[in-house]
């Protein structure tokens, strides 16, 4: 099951996701705020991706080496938790004029929906990272905390960020992000009545 979820990491979300667009209802205000997270969330990842390289886009845990470094000296895992961030900013974007019930709703299936998923693949990566790399993995796993970051960086830093990892190995992730962007703009702008504006000419 955990291999599973593993493998279509990147697909087992989307109905969540989904059902956000399918029910949002953004104002200008909660746009503007939930954007801002949304932005910071997908900025955390890049950071992430930069220094972990295209590895991330693997269908099975694999790791040819510990990274330490940049994000990951003060997170272990800041691209689930850039995810989450992002996730939480959207659901901020559509959040605007729904009832209290409805916002509730959603935010509780989003938090069991990554609970559930992550709770499955992080012990999986954790467990293969302990048999590849052995007392030096568990020193930083000792050291440095799972999704909530430490203030300090992590002493024994290793790895390098290169931004052409953005290229090949986030493209997906970056055109997901405009397309939610442009979905949630595209409902703001019919919450607003633009479109009948628009075609009244």
């Known amino acids: 099951m955990r291999e599973w979820v593993f493998r279509w990491r990147g697909y087992v979300l989307v109905p969540?996701?989904?059902?956000?667009?399918?029910v949002c209802r953004p104002t200008p205000g909660s746009f503007a705020l939930g954007?801002?997270?949304?932005?910071?969330?997908?900025?955390?990842?890049?950071?992430?991706?930069?220094?972990?390289?295209?590895?991330t886009r693997e269908r099975q845990v694999v790791a040819p080496q510990?990274?330490?470094?940049?994000?990951?000296?003060y997170v272990r895992n800041p691209l689930y938790l850039g995810n989450f961030?992002?996730?939480?900013?959207?659901?901020?974007?559509?959040?605007?004029?729904?009832?209290?019930?409805?916002?509730?709703?959603?935010?509780?299936l989003?938090?069991?929906?990554?609970?559930?998923?992550?709770?499955l693949i992080i012990p999986l990566e954790e467990e293969y990272l302990g048999r590849t790399f052995g007392q030096v993995y568990f020193d930083y796993q000792r050291a440095v905390p799972r999704l909530i970051p430490r203030f300090s960086p992590?002493?024994?830093?290793?790895?390098?960020?290169d931004w052409r990892v953005i290229k090949t190995a986030e493209?997906?992730?970056?055109?997901?992000?405009?397309?939610?962007?442009?979905?949630?703009?595209?409902?703001?702008?019919?919450?607003?009545?633009?479109?009948e504006l628009i075609l009244r000419g």
């Open 85 to 108: 961030i992002t996730a939480t900013g959207f659901l901020v974007v559509g959040s605007g004029d729904l009832s209290w019930v409805t916002r509730l709703a959603l935010t509780l």
């Open 171 to 195: 493209i997906h992730t970056l055109i997901l992000f405009l397309v939610m962007v442009s979905l949630m703009a595209a409902r703001l702008l019919m919450e607003l009545r633009v479109w």
């Open 16 to 22: 969540t996701a989904a059902l956000v667009v399918l």
């Open 35 to 55: 954007l801002a997270i949304a932005v910071f969330g997908e900025m955390l990842r890049m950071w992430g991706v930069g220094y972990s390289g295209t590895t």
């Open 154 to 161: 992590y002493a024994r830093r290793r790895g390098f960020f």
């Open 110 to 119: 989003m938090v069991l929906s990554y609970t559930t998923v992550y709770g």
């Open 66 to 73: 510990l990274v330490t470094a940049g994000p990951y000296a």
